[in-house]
């Protein structure tokens, strides 16, 4: 039997053991864990994308020094439209804007003077964003340099609606322990993936209920009419889960055959690989089109 001092002398090594298992613990937590601008940078640099429609693109690629400065156009039967400048300049872009201004622009599509909004934004997809998303994306705009551009105002030829509909209020985080649901997350309110995939309905607009996945849609620019792809497992059969990777961060099929834009391969090769994974997942789960 121990003796009180003994038994004290154990008690306290188990304690120090239990309090560095502890400490240990938590350094660990904290060391992995994600600020909220770097979840930020990396949704704006991987996984959401914007720069492939707001940042100006030269013959070499993107501008240097403008990162965000708006000024792309998109020509359409319907719409001249023109990407805002979404940097944190005060004159030509978003500077000053409030944060909740800004959140509200992404996913209500409603500007502070009451504008909406119009394609080709995909502000139905924007509405399901996370909170704690929506913020990671404003701290990561917060933290960009000024760059004066003053951006045309966009023509729409075609009536936009009233809203998109009533204000959003919050949005919860979908867990990541649930592959497929945080691929579908990943693949509709993040990377908008269903937006440009889907088939389209009479009026044009993605049919994300009888079509979603589909493909089908043209999509025409300075690289001629791209047909995106039917992402369903019917467009997938042939390929196998890591070909479907590659395709996504390549751009290049098993055939060698190279993916048009506007498809956000230089971006999309930036995404970590549980969230491939799960886009992955997602995919296979879709309805066969």
Known sequence: MLQPGHRRARASRTTGRVVFALLAATTLSAGSAETRLERGRYLMQAVVACGNCHTP?????????????????????????????????????????????????????????????????PIERYRGMSDSDVRAIVAYLRSLPPVVNKVPASVYRMPLPPSY??????????????????????????????????????????DVVNGLGAGGMKIPGPWGVSVAANITPTGLQRYSDAQVKTIITTGVRPDGSQLKPPMAVPYYAKMKPADLDALVAYLRTLPPK
């Open 57 to 121: 693109q030269g013959p070499n690629g993107p501008l240097p020094g403008m990162e965000l400065a708006g000024g792309m156009d998109f020509q359409d039967p319907g719409f001249t439209a023109y990407a805002a400048n979404i940097t944190p300049d005060k004159a030509t872009g978003i500077g000053r804007w409030t944060d909740a201004q800004i959140i509200t622009a992404i996913r209500e599509g409603k500007r502070p003077d009451g504008r909406l909004i119009g394609p080709p934004m």
């Open 165 to 206: 509909g009533p204000p959003v209020t919050t949005v919860a985080d979908v867990s990541r322990a649930d592959k497929a649901a945080y691929g579908r997350y990943l693949a509709g309110p993040a990377a908008h993936c269903i937006e440009c995939h889907s088939a389209v309905d009479a009026n044009g607009v993605p």
